[in-house]
């Protein structure tokens, strides 16, 4: 077993962390030499919005080797190393995480995209179903997954590696824009090469579930109290979503905008992962003073874990403030 | 059980979090009304420093009422609501947590403070034993605890409710400038009132350990790779501790900022907690300008969990850049 499969296995029997001594040493007789590999805590995080339960689950990561290659391609060089600098990022070894999140409402748990499946994106990915189960949330729990865009680690954990259902019990709701894009494959030659992955990945994730997909035109209610907010740019048809319960929201930001410490304070940067550059900046900026200006609650796909938090304006950008990890839920 | 009872019950036997399906709603039964309280994840973070595993472990919170009587009390109410409307922060009901920095180290663990002490501080505080079980350290693993200084949330785990020592095989290091000032109950009517129930605690905490205290003077290697750093305001015999292995480093900032998105922002600031508000002042600017010039790792003890991160510079004063949460160890 190496050091990620022993981390696995243990994330996914949690029991196993009060029960083996993973930093055990004997007082008497100290062990020498460098610390084995102890495992990490489970990977979820739970706040309320009114009545609704919110758990962000983390999914793993993929490290990316060369920000400045990947991120802000209209930028300098020079003014991201800037950006790097601010931030005391390096330019190498940067990780881009996952995170899944779900919503458990008065009628039945909701996940707000799928992850990128167990093992199916490769090392350091699909965590997602381990961390499910450490945080007691089942995927026959679950009964509707909104589709923000149908990027792979996005819509890759809809099914299995054998082309199963992930969640037996879920319909899945689904952006029309995004859904007519990326099912023709005669749109493949007209998208940015990064893109062109999409369209085989999109027959095959939504073949098993065309009996369950519900396509949705424009901004509808998709469950009571989720509202699908139309945000194209990072993909043709990429959607965010607003929860309402009571006299609280949030909102499910998805791609909208990639790691804030870059993409919140640089509003005119876009990402080599983003469809239309142009119309993504426009969308980011639109979005995020909607929640700077309602002070809302936001969960995102790629910030840092727990992915939740505010965002407040600041000069003539945003700055994204971490939600306060608590144990009271 | 009320919901903090069942939370304490749930961290402390992470095999429940699996074993129940917290969130499960049958998808053709949908359970009506507010969620119950599922629990929170377990409260720890694990990261390396050369062949050092470090593990921050959540031990609770105490509710702040009144933001604004509290922090800055050298600053005027209108510059302390621009700050708080900065960070989006509401003017009450903030949460200060704590959190106890562990190094497990090639010659046994290290726990850098001692928590609060199960429930000894009153609600939602205590949670340092079951968050250490759930990370697989033991009391009885500890062989050192380095004290930063004796306020009674630093201090008060040493020892039971039942006045036993909680880490029964560790040897104590104490500031001796610390020792001095707190053992000496003639300094209690030279102290400020917000510090005199310390020496009372000093008494009873550090009784039963007497046989088992190191007091160091100055800034010695407490332990190989463990430095004492002299960090006085914060109380006469404040400590930060400075953690080395191989080429990596780590500072334990202990109490020499308290949050930091207004301590670490607003140099000139002190709160009601500091004992020599101008010596505070100007230790944090020399602690933190170290941290920020070496671009090291840092683990506090009020920062929002996990506590841990780095500093960078950002115009006069400094910004805290939280570590990026990963599953990989």
Same mark, same amino acid.
């Given at each position: 077993?190496?050091?990620?499969?022993?981390?696995?296995?243990?994330?996914? +029997?949690?029991?196993?962390?009060?029960?083996?001594? +993973?930093?055990?040493?004997?007082?008497?007789?100290?062990?020498?030499?460098?610390?084995?590999?102890?495992?990490?805590?489970?990977?979820?995080?739970?706040f309320?919005?009114?009545e609704?339960?919110?758990?962000?689950?983390?999914?793993?990561?993929?490290?990316?080797?060369?920000?400045?290659?990947?991120?802000?391609?209209?930028?300098?060089?020079?003014?991201?190393?800037?950006?790097?600098?601010?931030?005391?990022?390096?330019?190498t070894?940067?990780?881009?995480?996952?995170?899944?999140?779900?919503?458990?409402?008065?009628?039945?748990?909701?996940?707000?995209?799928?992850?990128?499946?167990?093992?199916q994106?490769?090392?350091?990915?699909?965590?997602?179903?381990?961390?499910?189960?450490?945080?007691?949330?089942r995927?026959?729990?679950?009964?509707?997954?909104?589709?923000?865009?149908f990027?792979?680690?996005?819509?890759?954990?809809?099914?299995?590696?054998?082309?199963?259902?992930?969640?037996?019990?879920a &319909?899945? +709701?689904?952006?029309?824009? /995004?859904?007519?894009?990326?099912?023709?494959?005669?749109n493949?030659?007209?998208?940015? *090469?990064? *893109?062109?992955?999409?369209?085989?990945?999109?027959?095959?994730?939504?073949?098993?579930?065309?009996?369950?997909?519900?396509?949705? &035109?424009? &901004?509808? &209610?998709?469950?009571?109290?989720?509202?699908?907010i139309?945000?194209?740019?990072?993909?043709?048809?990429?959607?965010?979503?607003?929860?309402?319960?009571?006299?609280e929201?949030?909102?499910?930001?998805?791609?909208?905008s990639?790691?804030p410490?870059?993409?919140?304070?640089?509003l005119?940067?876009?990402?080599?992962?983003?469809?239309?550059? *142009?119309? #993504?900046? /426009?969308?980011?900026?639109?979005?995020?003073?909607?929640?700077? +200006?309602?002070?809302?609650?936001?969960?995102a796909?790629?910030?840092?874990?727990?992915g939740?938090?505010?965002?407040?304006?600041?000069?003539?950008?945003?700055?994204?403030?971490?939600?306060?990890?608590?144990? #009271?839920?």
């Open positions: 077993m190496n050091r990620r499969t022993t981390l696995g296995a243990a994330l996914a +029997a949690p029991a196993l962390l009060a029960a083996r001594p +993973a930093l055990a040493q004997p007082a008497a007789a100290p062990a020498p030499g460098p610390a084995p590999g102890p495992a990490q805590a489970p990977g979820f995080y739970r309320r919005v009114g609704i339960v919110v758990t962000t689950v983390y999914d793993g990561f993929v490290r990316r080797n060369d920000i400045r290659t990947q991120l802000g391609i209209n930028a300098t060089p020079d003014e991201i190393q800037a950006v790097l600098d601010a931030n005391g990022l390096p330019a070894g940067i990780q881009n995480p996952y995170i899944v999140t779900f919503l458990q409402t008065p009628r039945g748990v909701v996940a707000l995209d799928a992850g990128t499946g167990a093992g994106l490769g090392p350091g990915t699909g965590l997602m179903p381990q961390n499910m189960a450490a945080a007691g949330i995927p026959e729990d679950v009964t509707l997954v909104c589709v923000s865009h990027h792979g680690d996005h819509i890759t954990g809809l099914t299995t590696a054998e082309n199963q259902p992930f969640f037996p019990n &319909e899945i +709701a689904v952006p029309a824009r /995004e859904w007519a894009w990326f099912s023709d494959e005669a493949a030659a007209r998208s940015p *090469q990064q *893109q062109r992955g999409t369209f085989p990945n999109t027959q095959r994730r939504f073949g098993p579930l065309r009996a369950r997909m519900r396509v949705f &035109e424009g &901004e509808p &209610e998709v469950a009571p109290g989720i509202r699908a139309a945000t194209p740019g990072h993909t043709p048809g990429h959607t965010a979503y607003h929860i309402a319960s009571g006299n929201q949030m909102f499910y930001t998805a791609d909208a990639s790691r410490d870059i993409f919140l304070r640089q005119g940067w876009w990402s080599m992962f983003d469809f239309d550059g *142009q119309m #993504a900046i /426009e969308t980011r900026r639109r979005l995020f003073d909607r929640i700077a +200006a309602e002070r809302a609650l936001m969960t796909y790629h910030f840092t874990f727990p939740a938090g505010r965002v407040v304006r600041d000069g003539n950008a945003f700055r994204f403030v971490p939600v306060e990890w608590s144990s #009271a839920v």
